[in-house]
């Protein structure tokens, strides 16, 4: 599994951050503390309403803001891991059941059903606690579904909000990026690997289908889904070294779609050879449908912005 350094994460936060807030049409507010590297960010799905944030900083710890980040609390009690929390993923119903999951690399995964004040370990069935990505089913408040990827490559599924687990995919494929879908295929998941390999599950993870592999693009780094997949057929793969690539039949086939990105720094000379386009990140629009905007930040030139479906791109300002 790629790790990023800490220099990369900053980035991807801190890009998370311009991206999320341009689309809630809303703005954040950091207070000095915490002001070290962000390692994991997550929004409520209510923001708008309750205003409520979780970030993991390697010094600060897990925090919480409930003001937009005017103000944090630390988030301690029950959590008592040695390592690094590698995920933060939080509960479509959070508004009703407060519900949220952090994972950290060689403790597992921790649950609070209490907005994150108190926390349980949730390993029941795990046999790598070595997890690096979460997430989170479109639907958990019905059906308590949730994946986690290890660090050997290793799927995990609970279908009990965490209460117990088993491996859904052995060792050797080593997830970068996986995404739930939404509205009408709430069951539809697809995950990336290191490859460039993209697999889909239309049973929650039970069986997979190798659906797609970009050659020569190192890592799948992002999945952005379409608010509206199950009739636009719309998602957004990100790459390690080819930029953004897009399907609009649900993954049966993608097409690069990287006019106007760059990843080089601006005072970059060296013409020789193809440009690599290193995406770190993807967010799409929630109006996608009459907006067609999706958000794509890179390392050197951090964001960028288009407004047509992917079709050109233009510097975020």
């Known amino acids: 599994m790629h790790k990023s350094s800490g220099r990369y994460k900053k980035l991807l936060v801190l890009s998370l951050l311009i991206m999320v807030f341009s689309l ?84 597992g995964i921790y ?3 209490d907005g994150g004040a108190s926390w349980v370990k949730v390993n029941n069935g795990l046999d790598n606690l070595n997890i690096t990505l979460l997430s989170i089913s479109a639907d958990y408040g019905s059906d308590k579904t949730l994946l986690a990827a290890d660090t050997q490559g290793g799927l995990h599924k609970t279908k009990s909000g965490g209460d117990s687990w088993y491996r859904i995919l052995d060792s050797g494929t080593q997830i970068t990026a996986m995404a739930f879908f939404a509205d009408q295929q709430k069951n539809t998941v697809l995950i990336g ?6 697999c889909l599950s239309t049973d929650g993870g039970e069986l997979w289908q190798q659906r797609f592999r970009i050659s020569n693009a190192g890592a799948i780094t992002s999945i952005t889904v379409s608010p509206n997949v199950s009739t636009d057929g719309t998602l957004f793969v990100g790459t390690e070294k080819s930029g953004v690539f897009k399907t609009v039949d649900g993954g049966i ?25 290193f995406i770190r990140s993807l967010t799409i629009s929630p109006d996608y449908e009459t907006d067609a ?15 047509d479906g992917g079709s050109s791109w233009q510097l975020y300002n």
Do not use: M
């Not at 979780?54 to 959590?79: H, M, N, R, T, Y």
């Open 193 to 198: 690997d290191r490859n460039g390999a993209l």
């Open 253 to 277: 086939s993608f097409v690069a779609v990287n006019n106007g990105l760059s990843n080089c720094p601006p005072t970059t000379t060296d013409q020789s050879g193809p440009e690599p386009i």
């Open 111 to 113: 649950r609070s059903q």
């Open 293 to 307: 905007t999706v958000f794509a930040s890179t390392w050197y030139q951090a964001v960028f912005q288009s407004n």
């Open 24 to 107: 809630l049409g809303t703005r954040v507010t950091f207070a000095h503390n915490p002001h070290d590297i962000i390692d994991a960010l997550e929004l409520s799905p209510s923001y708008d309403q309750d205003k409520t944030l979780f970030i993991f900083c390697p010094v600060e710890g897990l925090q919480k803001s409930v003001d937009g980040g005017l103000s944090w609390k630390l988030l301690a009690k029950g959590l008592d891991n040695r390592g690094p929390i590698s995920s933060i993923a939080i509960s479509p119903s959070f508004q009703f059941d407060q519900t949220l999951f952090v994972s950290a690399e060689g403790d």
